[in-house]
């Protein structure tokens, strides 16, 4: 590993008993927690970066005769895999998160939202979970997990379409506010996480706050997972320092002929070779749940463009038109581009469709198609047209 | 295939009579027949209490709550971008071959689908596919031919 790589062992280190640190965490108060929390700078791990502290206070305070704790284990986000190797790796550590989670906003049942892809994984995590619950029963902590299975849809991640089909309904993301913590599964406060951020949570607990963020910078406090494939000769999962620049990593972990890496999946950003130097991983520069994918200049970007839009349009979930319509013409308009029905400047006009998009879809799927189409388009124009 | 009124019945016993069980008790007569009919939908709206016609957009939202009649083995090869990088329409092809089906298809016998699938989570291992629920990474044709074989002889 290069100097300039953090590799950090945080998240999947087996030398500490997560058992043990949820038994002495449940005996702290739970406001100077959450206040731990709040002072680590840890933001959610799923994508949006919520601050998870700030999460955590704001479902404690909400009013509710029920609450829920759901872990999204839902990992639809083309190039990520860090949540399957977590959740076969170290499920007692998402557990305990959980848990911990419920025990300070006051909820006494958790689910864990498994996308049906991982239904290989079940019976070992319901394994981890009955031998869990055995030892929350010894800590008289009245908490349940369950399993609730996805059936093959990306925007079931999102976490009010994933609270929608937890009610048997179709997946469709809910207008925002309200938030869940106030209103969520059955219309209680709940707080939703994603698989890795309830790990930390439990990391914080025994480490501590300043610890955590001795790592990281001031946006992006700590490490993360990070999901690498592609053009790379080591693919995989790592743990890194936040903050790297996009440079460093490449150094890392490419090929030595790369030419882009898109940053955060299909709905992140493609970053070319000549931004590597300029760009951080992280909140401060371009954030990601931890899809890192790596192309070398062997690589069409317009197949890797169609690629996207073809999963964007099939993802779609239809309910609002600026994504329903504007993913199939973002398609097909790239279609026409490179068969020279249209011409380049046509191209303009779908980065505008694509803004509209971004402005008027209601949830983050339709939102941030334009990041990557605006990325690859604008970096490399010729690719698109011949 | 299993009666429908028994496995409707079992499975709303198992999952509760609600509407929350519904998506459950969809998954559970897609892991016993691959595909859900009419018949079944009809039943779980008597059921349940929820019309057939809610029932049907549920189902249709959901990609592995297929409708359509499917094989005893339902194979998903992935399509993503670092799939198709990796190898991936040889391997649809090496599987079409065998088969002698197209994606999409049924062979006659009902034993096999061949389908394709958004990311199931294997980057890190491509090719990879799903037959019914389990995994397999990292294939090549040979390797493909081999899976396929053994699920022949089945
Ligand atoms: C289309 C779409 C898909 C998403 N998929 C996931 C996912 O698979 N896993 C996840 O944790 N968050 C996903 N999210 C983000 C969630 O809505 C939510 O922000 C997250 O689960 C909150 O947890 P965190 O604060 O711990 O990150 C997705 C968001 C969108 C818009
Ligand atoms: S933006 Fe797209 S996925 Fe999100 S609600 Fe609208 S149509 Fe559905």
Redesign the interface.
């Known amino acids: 590993m290069s100097e300039k790589i953090k590799k950090v062992d945080n998240i999947f280190s087996k030398d500490c008993n997560c058992k043990d640190i949820l038994a002495k965490t449940l005996k702290k108060d739970k406001d100077s927690f959450i206040q731990e929390l709040i002072d680590s700078g840890l933001k959610g791990r799923g994508g949006a970066g919520f601050p998870t502290g700030l999460k955590w206070k704001f479902a404690k305070m909400a009013e509710g005769d029920e609450k829920f704790v759901i872990c999204n284990a839902d990992?639809?986000?083309?190039?990520?895999?860090k949540d399957?190797v977590i959740l076969q790796e170290v499920p007692q550590k998402v557990l305990g998160g959980m848990a911990l989670c419920g025990h300070i906003i006051g909820a006494k049942k958790g689910f864990i939202y498994l996308?049906?892809?991982?239904?290989?994984m079940k019976q070992d995590l319901q394994k981890a979970i009955d031998e869990m619950h055995d030892a929350f029963k010894t800590m008289k902590l009245d908490f349940f997990i369950d399993i609730?299975?996805g059936?093959?849809?990306?925007v079931c991640g999102e976490e009010t379409a994933l609270i929608e089909?937890?009610?048997?309904?179709?997946?469709?993301p809910r207008n925002k506010p309200p938030f869940p913590a106030s209103i969520g599964f059955r219309g209680k406060p709940t707080v939703v996480n994603n698989v890795e951020t309830l790990v930390y949570t439990l990391m914080i607990a025994h480490i501590g706050a300043p610890e955590f963020k001795s790592l990281g910078t001031a946006d992006s406090a700590g490490s993360k997972v990070f999901?690498?494939?592609?053009?790379t000769p080591i693919?995989?999962?790592y743990e890194l320092e936040l903050g790297m620049k996009l440079s460093d990593f490449v150094e890392e972990f490419g090929d030595g002929d790369t030419k882009a890496v898109q940053v955060g999946g299909a709905s992140g950003f493609c970053v070319p070779r000549r931004k590597f130097n300029d760009t951080v991983i992280g909140f401060e520069g371009i954030p990601t749940g931890g899809?890192m994918?790596l192309f070398n200049s062997h690589?069409s970007m317009y197949?890797?463009l169609h690629?996207?839009l073809d999963?964007f349009v099939?993802?779609s979930?239809g309910q609002c038109t600026p994504c329903r319509v504007g993913c199939q013409q973002l398609l097909k308009g790239i279609e026409a581009v490179k068969s020279k029905e249209r011409d380049s400047s046509y191209l303009n006009e779908l980065i505008k469709l694509s803004e509209t998009m971004h402005t008027a879809s209601k949830c983050g799927l339709g939102q941030s198609v334009a990041n990557s189409f605006n990325s690859i388009v604008e970096e490399f124009t010729e690719e698109i047209m011949y | 295939m299993i009666q429908t009124k028994t496995i409707v019945q079992e499975l709303v016993k198992k999952h509760g009579n609600n509407r929350e069980s519904l998506i459950p008790v969809l998954q559970g007569i897609v892991e016993k027949n691959n595909y859900i009919t009419d018949e079944d939908i009809i039943e779980i709206a008597n059921t349940l209490d929820i019309s057939a016609g809610e029932i049907y957009g549920t189902t249709s939202f959901y990609t592995f709550l297929d409708t359509e009649k499917r094989g005893k083995y339902v194979i998903r090869v992935c399509k993503s971008i670092i799939a198709v990088m990796k190898g991936k329409a040889e391997i649809i092809k090496t599987i079409e071959n065998i088969l002698n089906i197209k994606v999409g298809e049924t062979t006659p016998d009902n034993k096999f689908s061949l389908l394709e699938a958004n990311d199931i989570g294997w980057s890190d291992k491509e090719p990879s596919m799903l037959i019914n629920e389990k995994v397999y990474t990292e294939l090549t044709p040979e390797k493909t031919t081999e899976i396929i074989e053994s699920y022949l002889r089945d």
């Open positions: 990992e639809g986000e083309p190039g990520t895999f399957r996308r049906g892809e991982y239904a290989w609730r299975m059936s093959g849809a990306y089909s937890m009610e048997g309904k179709r997946g469709e999901s690498i494939s592609g053009d693919p995989g999962v899809s994918m690589r197949n890797v690629n996207y999963f099939e993802e979930c």
